[in-house]
DNA sequence: GCATATTTGTCCGTATGTATA
DNA sequence: CTATACATACGGACAAATATG
């Protein structure tokens, strides 16, 4: 059920030598879900519910779950169930720490060409997207943005890493009530870091992209903080 | 098998709310075998093997499988098994990149004074340890010194990840010849950084560190590319 | 290159314990 | 407090892929 098991060898170019697992496709869809909000915060997902639904067996499932609280956007209570992770303040506090530190020392101390070249791809993408009003995109390729941000700095785990924790951080977007207002005013900023940054002004790229974040924080804090306050 | 299930409800001190479920149980003792090098590199993880020298049923094993394999101590080849995982010099380059980036950026931009407090400890410790002549602790020390460089940042997530990350290496320092001789050199070099770190001289701290990264670096390089060149 | 044995991948049924209405 | 629902964990089964002789 879940997806069409990929033919069979699936020796496609890359590092990806291995056809998935069912385990693996059921994370991939569940993480998915819950990163595009179809899947909200603190939502149960039932292992007999879930596994019918999906067509596996709760064994298989519980394999996925293992898995994605592994990525900390499941959440395991003992006997109680799995739940989709829910945000608090102190944990986007704690990402955007993180993502301070990584992301401002790899503009400093540039090592990948690569990571510039998505950045700059990213910001072409961003700036189409926005021609087009397709706010959703615009948010996606501010993501990959940053994720070329951190590519800079060279190291595939490091890439992952942060890749793991901009999921997270779409748990907390969802709860930003108009997302579109989020990332574009973005999009300029990034462009004039990646200007910096290609220009060899790692500091001045750096110090601004500080202020990026710190601006973003606080945004997404108020959105977690809710309407209180 | 495994382990005597802990009596009922574990409500100890700290963040660990949850009794362990027999998966993390199986995990938790599985990754020291890996990080003690009982299981060296390449090693294959026999299903039917393993669950019955544990004594849990296969499904438990391979959701434990899915927890290591997640922190990257195990690959996963479909149809194969899971084997150890074994480190090559790229991996090596990556974490000490990794470690590089944030460890300096830590140190550059104080944030937490736990930090500090956790390197303290650690040099005490690792010259205790040096004084008794116990090689094997002293490396515990050096690695606890980093990681409380790491806590000066800040954030916990950032903390965990580097904790995985010393958990691969130590696939690496398995390979080195005289692990007593690894870390013993680091001992006053972590020393006169953490002194550094305490009078406020953030960069020559920062710096400092770097050379030792880089100097280590290199020697498990050397042991992984192995007795050639 | 082929037939066979072994191991993994996946499912089902079920007994037990834990939380909640 | 009982009852119900659910998670936990086990063992068995079989197909599919891989390893072996």
Redesign the pocket.
Known sequence: ??AP?PT??TILGGVQLQR??????VAELLRERIVQGELSSGT?????????A??????????A?QILVGEHLLV???????FVRRLDVDDVRDIYTFRRLVECAALAHPASARGLAEMRAAVAQGMDAAAREAWHEVGTADVRFHVGVTAVAGSERLDQAMRGLFAELRLAFALVPDAHELHRPFLDLNAEILELAERGQADRASLLLRRYLDDAEARIVAAVQGPSS
């Open positions: 059920m879940v098991p069979s060898a998935p697992t069912t385990a693996q496709r149960q997902c039932a292992e007999l519910q879930l596994s019918t999906l067509g596996v067996s709760r064994n298989t499932l519980r394999e779950f395991h209570e003992p006997h109680r169930g799995v």
